[in-house]
């Protein structure tokens, strides 16, 4: 049983360059969620899928970031024209029921010099 | 607008003791909560968790009290190991088109005294 898969764990970019980070959901699991954490704080959610479908975005998910989820499975985060305070851990989290415990994978550290 | 909110940062705790973890919430929407636990490099791992419609829920050495009038959940741990040192965040949840939006405290860093 292989848990929430996320790719890469760490990455290191200049600022105004595009990064695309992967998610690979539990095996069956058609609900997936992305959270952004910065120091000191829990979790944000970012947006949500049920299947393929992004069913629900968050007002820090700005016009610069975008989500896909093209067969149901895995999932991709990309942000265009990275700036300093996109600096964070980006988390995914798959759950197959509503209610359902979330679990997550262990994240991406993004770091913009 | 801080939704949820754990006001101690870290709690230190001897083996063996009980460890209480508060958190309180302002939504009175929330319909589900969760208790998470996290160790450093890693992404939080399910803990527990408690339905609106209940006030305590137990598992093994954990139990979570939620207290709906004064919009607080606790997590008690009995006896306390060293395992169980790590940061702990609780959660609230709030239905979407189907789905458990979660909205987290800030976190408890736990630590475990031999």
């Known amino acids: 049983d292989t848990g929430v898969s996320q790719n890469p764990r760490h990455k290191i970019t200049k600022r105004g360059q595009n990064v695309t980070f992967r998610c690979d959901p539990i095996s069956e699991h058609n609900r997936l969620y992305w959270y952004r954490q910065t120091l000191g704080q829990g979790p944000e959610f970012l947006t949500y899928f049920q299947n393929e479908a992004q069913l629900e975005k968050s007002r820090l998910l700005s016009d610069r970031f975008s989500a896909e989820r093209p067969k149901g499975s895995f999932s991709t985060l990309e942000i265009q024209r990275t700036e300093q305070g996109d600096s964070a851990m980006y988390l995914c989290a798959s759950s197959l029921e509503m209610f359902q415990p979330q679990h997550f994978g262990d994240g991406t550290r993004l770091s913009i010099l | 607008d801080q939704q949820v909110k754990q006001n101690s940062p870290s709690l230190s705790v001897q083996e063996g003791r009980i460890s209480i973890l508060n958190c309180d919430y302002t939504n009175s929407m929330f319909d589900y909560f969760l208790w998470y636990k996290k160790y450093p490099a890693e992404g939080p791992t399910f803990l527990i968790s408690?339905?609106?419609?209940?006030d305590k829920n137990e598992d093994g050495r954990f139990t979570v009290f939620l207290n709906k009038s004064a919009k607080h959940l606790s997590l008690h741990i009995v006896p306390s190991q060293p395992g169980d040192s790590a940061v702990y965040f609780c959660?609230?949840?709030?239905?979407?088109?189907?789905?458990?939006?979660?909205?987290f405290g800030q976190g408890t860093r736990l630590t475990i005294n031999p």
């Open positions: 959660a609230a949840g709030l239905i979407i088109q189907g789905a458990q939006k979660l909205v």
């Open positions: 408690i339905s609106s419609i209940k």
